[in-house]
Structures are given as structure tokens and as C-alpha cells.
């Protein structure tokens, strides 16, 4: 039985999977048909599809249409077919490469850029390959971009110019399979002038080290001279109609004229010391609009990347400063706390070593033996009548009036607790000891006689 069952599988029919249209290149969300051919038995029923190892989904026909996915990259379909008889399926296909390609970006261009109203424009949008593709056209107007119409030729035509026409333009594609769109392209500018004269010059940037040519054209045609301006000042005057510098260097910066018979100047090798508003004029027909030529630096590329280098750089640098800075003001606040710290300590240690000093004090003057030494000794006493007479509160009182006044040490009634703008007091009893001192020792005083 299991020999039966592998040999089943051994000779099952294979399945063969292959694009049908339309030819590559694919794009993203282009649709693609797909067939699944079995070559052993006709009464296939159903199609299983895979992309990768994902089914998809399941079909009775024999082709299918798929959309491609919206991201660019190299996909694999695989395909089966099932019946209700033996086989009952075949063996998936060989994968089919289908490889989906990013939108190109269209180059747009003009010709001409500047023309006098009633001539032609045209307008030329590429994109490679150029099969497949319906084109856009936009024009900007009070803020944003308009759909002037879809066409399925790559050029858009201006038969007689207006003012109205003059403006902002760009294209894109759109894929006639899937309509998708390609990114939008670059912008171009066309200059509808209502005057006679018109400065014909490079509409994208010079390269430094390549030849500058403008020509001063006339609404009607004729071979009359025409006088050049670079930023307002007439150029060099020629009886040619050309000027030519073989090699430029730095020594060649400055301001040129031109007074040409044919109405063209051309510098054959332009340097970023051109770079500037120009402008053509003749007596007889007038002066064009200044035109503005810029002149980009050869090997722009890495000098553009050298230039980001320095401001990534420069960017990097500030931050570490920032960061100096911070970690500099943290250390100087922490300082600063911790002096404060230290500093509001100290003033409770003076607090509690005067309290201290206070309750000692205090115990001395409830000290009996202590009082009466100090009753004993003069030249205390002394200092204790010079203390008292002095201090505001004194802790001493006479006993009477004499010569030499005697005293007694006395509990005070209140005791500072704290030093600051108001003393806070305690109040403190005084002992039953020193009443009854007080009292014998108004005994034995004698009243003089009056």
C-alpha cells in the first residue's frame, strides 16, 4: 500500500506556469496575466496560485489576471491543478520570475522657453521605456497644480501663446494597465513676452569650464545689432558680434560688454564670475527682460557632498557644545546646593552649640555650691555688677543699697531659646532654694539711720 501511495507520487502530472501578457518591463500594480498549463488529462477544475509560499487564491480557469504588488522587487509564482479523479492534483510549477520595477521619473522640457505671444510651444515628456504610458499635463495656478489634460502622445503643444499661458509646468505617466502614476517631473517655466525683444538664455545652469551663448532675438526677424547688460552695465563692445577668452582664470572676473551685429554674445568658457541677471537691447526695438544665468561648479556632486559633510560635521560639533554647556551648568547648580547645604548645617550646629552653652548655663545658676563660691569671690562678683549693669537682661539684682552692692545669683524668669530677629523664650520657674535665700538675706540688712 505504501509503495502504491509513492509511486502515485512519483508520477504525478507537473504543472507549468508562464506570463501571457504584456511583455516587461512591470511596474508596480501593473496587471499581468498568468496561464497554468497541465499536459497529462484535460478535466483539470481547479488553479491554485502562489506568490512565494503564499496561496493567493484558487481559480477554474485555466489563465488568470493578477495585479503586481506596490513595492519594486523580484517575485515567484507558482501554480497547481486539482480534479476530482485520480490524480487528484499535480505537482506545483517551476517558479516564474516576474521582477517589478520603481517609476521612472520623467524628464520634462520646452522649446522655446521665452517666445512672444502668438508663436509655439512645445512640450516634451520622456520616460524610458516609453511604451505603456498615458502622460499628464499640469500647470500651477494660485497655489497649486492643475490638470490641463491626459494624452497619449509624450508632447504637449501651444499653438498660439498668451500671456495666460505663461507659467509653471510639469508631466507624469500614468500606466495604462493599472493606472498608476509615476512620480511627477521636473518643473519648467515658460516666458510669453508682449513686447519686440527677448533674451534667449540657458534654461538649467551652466557648468563652470562650458561656452555661454545668448542670443537677442527680435518679434520680427532681422540682422540688426543688439547691445548686452550683465547686472545693469553695458558689456564689452564687439565688432564680431563674439567675445573669447581661450583659458578663464580668477584675472578674467569682472564686467563684460558687447555690442554684436548678429545679436549673440557667447563666452566660451564661463566661469562663476558670469553668473548674473543679463539683458539685451536695440535703439530701434527695445530692451528685453533680464534673464538670470547661473553657473554651477564642475563636479558639483562631490562638492555638494563635501558641503553636507562640513554641515553634518558643523551639527555635531554644536551639539557636543550644547551638551559642554549643560553638563557645566549641572555642575555649577550642584556646587551651589551643596553650599547651601553646608552653609544652612553650620548655622544648626551654632544653634544647638548655643543652646548647648544656654542649658550649662542654666545648670550653673541651679547649682548651690557653685552660687555661693561665686557669692564668695570678689573679683567675680565684680564682673558679674559690671555684666549686669551693662546687658539689657541682666541675670543678677541688688540685694541693697550699699557702697559696694551685694548679689545674688537668681534663676532667670525667661532664658533665649534661639538667636534670630525676635528671641523666643522659655519661661523658667525659679526654685523654692533661691526664694528662701532671697528671703534670710533681707534678715540681716540693716537700714541706715535718716
Known amino acids: 500500500m505504501e509503495l502504491s501511495t509513492l509511486g502515485l507520487l512519483l508520477y504525478l502530472p507537473t504543472a507549468a506556469a508562464a506570463v501571457v501578457s504584456p511583455q516587461p518591463p512591470f511596474y508596480p500594480g501593473d496587471t499581468v496575466t498568468l496561464s497554468c498549463d497541465v499536459a497529462e488529462h484535460t478535466d483539470w477544475d481547479q488553479y491554485y496560485w502562489y506568490r ?26 507558482t501554480c497547481k491543478g486539482t480534479r476530482g479523479k485520480r490524480p487528484l492534483t499535480s505537482q506545483r510549477s517551476t517558479p516564474v520570475p516576474v521582477s517589478v520595477r520603481a517609476f521612472p521619473k520623467p524628464e520634462l522640457t520646452v522649446q522655446p522657453s521665452h517666445v512672444f505671444s502668438g508663436e509655439t510651444v512645445t512640450l516634451t515628456c520622456a520616460i524610458q521605456p516609453s511604451s505603456g504610458w498615458t502622460y499628464a499635463w499640469y500647470k500651477h495656478m494660485r497655489y497649486r497644480w492643475l490638470l490641463l489634460k491626459a494624452s497619449e502622445t509624450n508632447t504637449y503643444t501651444i499653438s498660439r501663446a498668451t500671456m495666460s499661458e505663461q507659467g509653471e509646468y510639469k508631466c507624469s505617466g500614468v500606466r495604462e494597465s493599472s493606472w498608476t502614476s509615476a512620480p511627477q ?46 547686472n545693469g552695465t553695458l558689456l564689452q563692445t564687439s565688432t564680431t558680434g563674439e567675445m573669447s577668452i581661450p583659458a578663464v582664470s580668477r584675472a578674467h572676473e569682472g564686467l563684460y560688454k558687447q555690442t554684436s551685429t548678429t545679436g549673440e554674445m557667447t563666452i566660451p568658457a564661463v566661469s562663476r564670475s558670469h553668473e548674473g541677471l543679463y539683458k539685451c537691447s536695440n535703439p530701434e526695438r527695445g530692451e528685453s527682460q533680464e534673464s538670470w544665468v547661473t553657473v554651477r561648479v564642475s563636479g558639483s556632486g562631490s562638492s555638494e557632498l563635501v558641503e553636507g559633510v562640513g554641515v553634518v560635521i558643523r551639527l555635531l560639533i554644536a551639539f557636543a557644545l550644547v ?43 541651679r547649682d548651690p555650691d557653685q552660687r555661693t563660691n561665686q557669692s564668695s569671690d570678689p573679683d567675680q562678683r565684680n564682673q558679674i555688677q559690671s555684666a549686669g549693669r551693662e546687658g539689657t537682661q541682666s541675670e543678677y539684682m541688688p540685694l ?50 535718716i
Open 323 to 365: 551638551i559642554f554647556l549643560a553638563i557645566l551648568l549641572y555642575h555649577s547648580y550642584k556646587v551651589k546646593g551643596s553650599s547651601t547645604v553646608e552653609r544652612k548645617l553650620d548655622q544648626q550646629m551654632q544653634t544647638t552649640n548655643q543652646s548647648s552653652d544656654l542649658d550649662q548655663t542654666t545648670n550653673q545658676s
Open 185 to 230: 517631473s521636473n518643473t519648467v517655466q515658460i516666458t510669453v513676452e508682449d513686447g519686440d525683444v527677448i533674451l534667449e538664455s540657458p534654461v538649467h545652469p551652466v557648468t563652470e569650464g562650458d561656452p555661454l551663448t545668448l542670443r537677442c532675438r527680435y518679434r520680427y526677424p532681422s540682422n540688426i545689432s543688439a547691445d548686452f547688460y550683465k
Open 52 to 77: 512565494g509560499s503564499d496561496n493567493m487564491y484558487t481559480t477554474n480557469r485555466q489563465s488568470t489576471t493578477i495585479y503586481l504588488p506596490d513595492q519594486a522587487g523580484q517575485y515567484h509564482y
Open 400 to 449: 541693697q543699697n550699699r557702697s559696694t552692692d551685694d548679689y545674688d545669683t537668681l534663676t532667670p524668669l525667661y532664658m533665649p531659646l534661639q538667636k534670630g530677629t525676635t528671641d523666643v523664650y522659655e519661661t523658667i520657674k525659679p526654685s523654692k532654694d533661691s526664694q528662701e535665700d532671697c528671703e534670710e538675706g533681707y534678715d540681716d540688712v540693716d537700714l541706715p539711720d
